[in-house]
C-alpha cells in the first residue's frame, strides 16, 4: 500500500498546485463491457467500438502524462471493462516504470479473477475501484444488469485485501439507492475496503433512466454521510457532490459553539474522513478525463472537449485550454456557486450545473445552500 493514502482518494503527501497538475488523471480504456449497468455514463457495449487508443497510442499518452512533473497525477484506469484491454499488463508495467502510480476499476465479469489482480499488482498496479451499489445480490445486479456481479464485487474485495491493494468502493445514490446506504455501509465494514465514495447521480449516458435525489434529501444525507465518516474504519467522501465540505465545515462550527469545551484544533478529528479529504478537487480543476478515443475532458460526467491526444498535449491543455482554465478559477462561476463563499473548497457540480443547464459555469441545483453575502471567503 503505497504512502500515506489510498491512491484513489483526493488525499496526497505532496502539495500542488491543481490548476498546474490533476490529482487524478482518468482513463477510458475502452467502451466494451459485459455488463448494462442502469447508470453507466460510458454507455458501454459489449463489443468495443472502433477508434479507441492504440497500444502505441496509449504507451503515448502514459510518456504525456510525464509532462505534468513532480507531483506525477494518479492514473486511473476505467471503462467500460479496462480487463477486455489485452493489453492491460503491458500499459500498467509501463506507467510503473515511468513513476505514474496507476489503480483499475474493473466490472464484476468473470475476466476479473484472483489470479488477474494478482499479475497486474505484480506489474506495478497500486490500487483497486469496485463498484457496490446494494447490500444484496437481487438489488445490486438489478442496477447492473447482469446476474451474478454482487458475488463477484464482493470476492474481489476480499482478494484486494489478500493481495494488499488498497481498495476502493463507489456507491452510487439515487432515489432508487438511497434508502440502502445504512445497510451498504454496515456490509463494507465487513470487506477490506480504505475508501468509501458515495456518487451522487448524474444524468448522463444510460444513467437518464435513473432519478437524482432532491435537493432536501441531498442536503440530509450530507450530515449522515459526515456522521459516518466520524465513526467509519475508513475514508467516507463523494463524488460529484463536493458541498460535503461545506456541510463538514459547518456542523464543526456548530459542534464547537455547542461545546466550548471542544478546541479549534480537535475539531478536524471530530469531523472524520469527509473533511479531512475535502481537497478542492472538482470537475476539470484535479480532475481530468481521456476518452477512450483520446478526448480530453474535464471529467467522464462532464463531456465538453477540449482537445485530443492524438493532436494536443494534454498537459497544456489541463493548463491552458480555455475550458480549463475557467474550471480552475471559481470567481468565474456563476449563480450562487459563483456568490458562495465555499467557492474555493467546494465549487459544486460543474458536470451537474452542465447537465442542467448547459453551462459548466452555472449553479449546481443538487445544492440548496443560499451563499451569505456578508460571510468572508473560505479557504
Same mark, same amino acid.
Given at each position: 500500500?503505497p504512502?500515506?493514502?489510498?491512491?484513489?482518494?483526493?488525499?496526497?503527501?505532496v502539495?500542488?498546485?491543481?490548476?498546474?497538475?490533476?490529482?487524478?488523471?482518468?482513463?477510458?480504456?475502452?467502451q466494451?463491457?459485459a455488463l448494462?449497468?442502469?447508470h453507466?455514463?460510458?454507455?458501454a457495449?459489449?463489443?468495443?467500438?472502433?477508434g479507441?487508443?492504440?497500444?502505441?497510442?496509449?504507451?503515448a499518452?502514459l510518456r504525456a502524462?510525464t509532462?505534468?512533473?513532480?507531483?506525477?497525477p494518479?492514473?486511473?484506469?476505467?471503462?467500460?471493462d479496462?480487463l477486455?484491454?489485452?493489453?492491460?499488463e %503491458?500499459l =500498467? #508495467?509501463e506507467? *510503473?516504470r515511468?513513476g505514474? @502510480? $496507476?489503480?483499475?476499476?474493473p466490472?464484476a465479469t468473470?475476466r476479473?479473477?484472483?489470479?488477474?489482480?494478482?499479475?497486474l499488482?505484480?506489474?506495478?498496479?497500486?490500487g483497486?475501484g469496485?463498484?457496490?451499489?446494494?447490500?444484496d445480490?437481487?438489488r445490486?445486479?438489478?442496477?447492473?444488469?447482469?446476474?451474478g456481479?454482487?458475488?463477484?464485487?464482493v470476492?474481489?474485495a476480499r482478494?484486494?485485501g489478500?493481495?494488499?491493494?488498497p481498495?476502493q468502493v463507489?456507491?452510487l445514490?439515487?432515489e432508487?439507492t438511497?434508502g440502502?446506504l445504512p445497510?451498504?455501509f454496515?456490509l463494507l465494514?465487513t470487506l477490506?475496503i480504505s475508501r468509501w465514495s458515495?456518487?451522487?447521480?448524474?444524468?448522463?449516458?444510460r444513467?437518464?433512466v435513473?432519478k437524482?435525489?432532491?435537493s432536501a434529501r441531498a442536503e440530509?444525507?450530507?450530515g449522515w454521510i %459526515?456522521e =459516518? #465518516?466520524?465513526? *467509519?474504519?475508513?475514508?467516507? @467522501? $463523494?463524488?460529484?457532490a463536493?458541498?460535503?465540505r461545506?456541510?463538514a465545515?459547518e456542523r464543526?462550527?456548530?459542534e464547537?459553539?455547542?461545546?466550548?469545551?471542544a478546541?479549534?484544533?480537535?475539531?478536524?478529528?471530530?469531523?472524520g474522513a469527509a473533511?479531512?479529504g475535502?481537497?478542492?478537487?472538482r470537475?476539470?480543476h484535479?480532475v481530468?478525463?481521456v476518452?477512450?478515443?483520446g478526448?480530453?475532458y474535464?471529467?467522464g460526467?462532464?463531456?465538453?472537449p477540449?482537445g485530443?491526444?492524438?493532436?494536443?498535449?494534454?498537459?497544456?491543455?489541463?493548463?491552458?485550454?480555455?475550458l480549463?482554465?475557467?474550471?480552475?478559477?471559481?470567481?468565474?462561476?456563476?449563480?450562487?456557486?459563483?456568490?458562495?463563499?465555499y467557492?474555493?473548497v467546494?465549487g459544486?457540480s460543474?458536470?451537474?450545473?452542465?447537465?442542467f443547464?448547459g453551462?459548466?459555469?452555472?449553479?449546481d441545483p443538487?445544492?440548496a445552500?443560499?451563499?451569505d453575502?456578508h460571510?468572508?471567503?473560505?479557504?
Amino acid at each position: 500500500m503505497p504512502p500515506p493514502s489510498h491512491p484513489l482518494t483526493t488525499g496526497h503527501s505532496v502539495p500542488r498546485d491543481f490548476a498546474r497538475t490533476p490529482l487524478n488523471v482518468y482513463w477510458e480504456m475502452t467502451q466494451g463491457c459485459a455488463l448494462a449497468c442502469r447508470h453507466c455514463r460510458a454507455e458501454a457495449m459489449k463489443v468495443a467500438p472502433p477508434g479507441e487508443l492504440s497500444r502505441d497510442e496509449g504507451f503515448a499518452l502514459l510518456r504525456a502524462l510525464t509532462g505534468f512533473g513532480n507531483p506525477l497525477p494518479h492514473l486511473i484506469l476505467t471503462g467500460g471493462d479496462p480487463l477486455q484491454r489485452e493489453d492491460l499488463e %503491458d500499459l =500498467v #508495467a509501463e506507467a *510503473a516504470r515511468l513513476g505514474i @502510480g $496507476t489503480s483499475i476499476t474493473p466490472a464484476a465479469t468473470p475476466r476479473l479473477t484472483r489470479d488477474v489482480l494478482a499479475r497486474l499488482k505484480g506489474r506495478g498496479l497500486l490500487g483497486l475501484g469496485l463498484s457496490l451499489d446494494a447490500p444484496d445480490a437481487p438489488r445490486h445486479d438489478a442496477i447492473r444488469g447482469v446476474e451474478g456481479t454482487f458475488a463477484i464485487t464482493v470476492e474481489a474485495a476480499r482478494w484486494g485485501g489478500e493481495l494488499g491493494l488498497p481498495l476502493q468502493v463507489n456507491t452510487l445514490v439515487s432515489e432508487e439507492t438511497a434508502g440502502d446506504l445504512p445497510l451498504v455501509f454496515d456490509l463494507l465494514k465487513t470487506l477490506p475496503i480504505s475508501r468509501w465514495s458515495l456518487f451522487f447521480l448524474i444524468a448522463v449516458g444510460r444513467g437518464k433512466v435513473l432519478k437524482p435525489v432532491d435537493s432536501a434529501r441531498a442536503e440530509a444525507l450530507m450530515g449522515w454521510i %459526515d456522521e =459516518v #465518516a466520524a465513526q *467509519a474504519p475508513f475514508v467516507v @467522501g $463523494t463524488t460529484e457532490a463536493p458541498w460535503i465540505r461545506r456541510v463538514a465545515r459547518e456542523r464543526r462550527r456548530h459542534e464547537a459553539h455547542a461545546d466550548h469545551a471542544a478546541s479549534a484544533a480537535a475539531m478536524p478529528s471530530r469531523s472524520g474522513a469527509a473533511a479531512r479529504g475535502g481537497l478542492p478537487v472538482r470537475d476539470g480543476h484535479g480532475v481530468m478525463f481521456v476518452s477512450s478515443t483520446g478526448s480530453i475532458y474535464p471529467s467522464g460526467f462532464l463531456p465538453i472537449p477540449a482537445g485530443n491526444v492524438r493532436a494536443e498535449n494534454l498537459v497544456e491543455v489541463y493548463r491552458s485550454s480555455p475550458l480549463f482554465e475557467a474550471l480552475h478559477h471559481p470567481e468565474r462561476f456563476r449563480g450562487r456557486c459563483g456568490r458562495c463563499e465555499y467557492r474555493r473548497v467546494c465549487g459544486g457540480s460543474r458536470a451537474r450545473a452542465y447537465a442542467f443547464t448547459g453551462d459548466p459555469l452555472e449553479t449546481d441545483p443538487l445544492c440548496a445552500y443560499e451563499p451569505d453575502a456578508h460571510a468572508p471567503l473560505v479557504g
